[in-house]
């Protein structure tokens, strides 16, 4: 085995800053920096990226930082050999991307340019100080399976399953060192043009971001009938959550749909109303806090494995419970 | 859209039909009673197809799978909605590999179809299978090619001149990119909806010939494929152990039940 060193977790730095997806990985990287006795590198690629030295707050050591105008929005193509560069450069033992659109298009790329090992969909990781090797699991089989996966060269890689690790707490007073990389992709030939970001605004939470999900299956029946999952989300400042079948009825925007084909959450409490259950939702929100399922059918498989059960129709007990909140906010 | 003449290539995999019946055996492979064209799949077999009927150039769309014997079937189903031919790889030497180890073998069998029936513009891949959840395989395919590629594509906005324009969906909105041919795109379901097979189709896939390729077919080095080359390795996947101790909210009406669902959060301090 080569003698590569630290873990690195990647990052993209859209208008200067790291995204959201890095800080799923650091609480995690820090802990296996530490099994390693290594340190904990945040690699940022950008345009005029901005600082870094905060990140020490969340146990980062080293920040490196690659900044160029080529690198102003993400490609698969520059940011994938920029990273491949820098991984060739410092020889990295471990690299960890977030599960997103970003680090699931940048990840396979770099990774079979160095070439290294790239498991995805990775759930759970450590390291075998006997053995010198990380062990982890990652989900497969339409998210009802896991499979313990291994790496047979290094630097091993791995894109991480969204909301499967402990978001990094931070710990204010400590900085991190911030190295500016010499990657120059002046000479490289440039095939990907990026064209335009349109934003999708949405007033509401995110449900990535989300404490509290009240989330919607084909139960109920029509889109009007979200209104009241919204209004209960609003009443416990969370986001609305639905099913692949509500999201192709076309009742809600896919950007809410939870599950295998749609997003990965782990909001504190998931209320799920009317959904039975089928593997690939709860591909999506198993690692969920505290789970109430509501469903008149006390088989649905969600019944089954929630914490909490409410044997009931969605359309009398979820107005009741709006109520008795509003009335409660009253009093 | 102009005329002009591609060769498109679409990837597919075939999987088990339903993952809510899946197993697998104790070398972790998945055993299933019916198997076809990966669902995922079936999205970047469409965008192929619709691509081609939109060109007034000449286009053929080529499918490439890597798989077992049996995996011939999916080229077959591929035919029938729309594929002009397919080739099927095949080899004890591919059995067992990591998305590096296949996409090394998708990547030779390209450049063997570049040769063979001209060059390959376009690559089309879904966004993973439903057997192994990866969706690593197309953008590493293209980096061994050393192509272009976007994945998450929820749109083909343009293609010509050589060049296409894609949208694609990210976690807070859309990125619209544009790539020089030959580029790979992976493609969401919200791409299109999938055809079924027409009855000239099913009489042409019935009359297709697929040829069978192995390393040496295909100019791949053996000890590169299949569990030999693989850098990542999976076991045998087993189901997670259910959450359970799970309470029941008691209550002789609605409004009972309410309430107590509300105090049983509140005492654990979730709201």
């Known amino acids: ?331 | 859209m102009i005329g002009e003449n591609l060769h498109i290539v679409v990837c597919v995999k075939q999987t088990p039909a339903a993952t809510a019946a899946l197993q697998y055996d104790a070398a972790g492979m998945p055993v299933a009673a019916q198997w076809a064209m990966n669902p995922f799949d079936e999205y970047a077999l469409e965008e192929g197809v619709r691509i081609k009927e939109r060109l007034t150039g000449k286009a053929v769309v080529t499918v490439l799978t890597l798989g077992a014997a049996g995996a011939i079937d999916a080229i077959r189903d591929a035919i029938a909605r729309g594929a002009d031919g397919g080739v099927l790889l095949s080899s004890p030497d591919f059995a067992g590999g990591d998305t590096y180890a296949t996409a090394y073998a998708l990547s030779s069998a390209v450049r063997r179809l570049s040769k063979d029936k001209g060059p390959v513009d376009l690559l089309l891949f879904g966004k993973l299978t439903n057997d192994s959840d990866t969706g690593s395989v197309g953008a590493q395919v293209a980096a061994l090619l050393d192509i272009p590629c976007t994945l998450f594509v929820r749109k083909v906005a343009e293609l010509g001149g050589g060049k296409i324009t894609v949208e694609r969906a990210v976690e807070d909105g859309s990125d619209l990119i544009e790539m020089d041919l030959p580029a790979g795109v992976g493609v969401t379901k919200e791409t299109n909806e999938p055809r079924i097979a027409s009855l000239k189709g099913k009489m042409a896939s019935k009359k297709a010939e697929i040829p069978t390729w192995g390393p040496a077919d295909i100019g791949a080095d053996a000890a590169k494929t299949g569990r030999k080359g693989a850098l990542a390795l999976w076991g045998v996947p087993t189901v997670p152990p259910k959450r359970s101790g799970g309470v029941a909210i008691d209550g002789a009406t609605a409004q009972d039940k309410a309430k107590n669902l509300l105090a049983k959060l509140r005492e654990s301090k979730l709201i």
């Open chain 1, 1 to 331: 085995m080569a003698d590569n060193k630290d873990v690195w977790c990647v990052a993209d730095a859209k208008g200067g800053k790291a995204s959201p997806g890095l800080f799923e990985l650091l609480g995690e990287g820090r802990k296996l920096a530490d099994a390693l006795g290594q340190k904990l590198c945040v690699v940022l690629i950008g345009k005029g990226v901005a600082g870094g030295a905060e990140l020490g707050a969340y146990g980062v050591d080293l920040v490196r930082v690659i900044d160029h105008a080529a690198f102003e929005n993400f490609t698969d193509e520059a940011y994938a050999r920029a990273l491949a560069e820098l991984a060739k450069k410092h020889a990295p033992r471990l690299i960890l991307l977030a599960g997103n659109a970003f680090g699931k298009s940048l990840g396979p790329r770099a990774a079979a340019l160095l070439p290294a090992g790239l498991a995805a969909e990775v759930s759970e990781l450590s390291f075998d100080k006997a053995a010198g090797a990380f062990m982890g699991s990652r989900t497969c089989g339409g998210g009802g399976f896991v499979a313990p996966v291994s790496w047979t060269a290094q630097p091993e890689m791995a894109t991480v399953r969204l909301g499967s690790f402990a978001k990094a707490a931070k710990q204010d007073g400590k900085t991190a060192e911030v190295a500016v990389e010499a990657v120059d992709p002046s000479g490289w030939p440039v095939r990907t043009r990026f064209k335009a970001f349109s934003p999708e605004e949405s007033k509401e939470i995110d449900i990535g971001r989300a404490d509290v999900i009240v989330a919607g299956g084909y139960a109920l029946g029509g889109a009007e009938n979200f209104k009241m999952l919204r209004e209960l989300a609003n009443l416990l400042g969370g986001a609305v959550g639905a099913s692949r079948r509500a999201v192709d009825s076309g009742w809600i925007p896919y950007r809410n749909q939870v599950g295998l084909t749609g997003r990965t959450v782990r909001p504190k409490l998931y209320i799920a109303c009317g959904i039975s259950g089928q593997i690939q939702h709860l591909a999506g929100m198993s690692q969920s806090g505290t789970v109430v399922a509501i469903n008149k059918d006390p088989k649905a498989p969600l019944m089954e494995l929630a914490d909490i059960r409410v044997e009931a129709d969605l359309f009398e007990v979820v107005p009741a419970i709006i109520e008795e909140l509003k009335k409660q906010k009253l009093a």
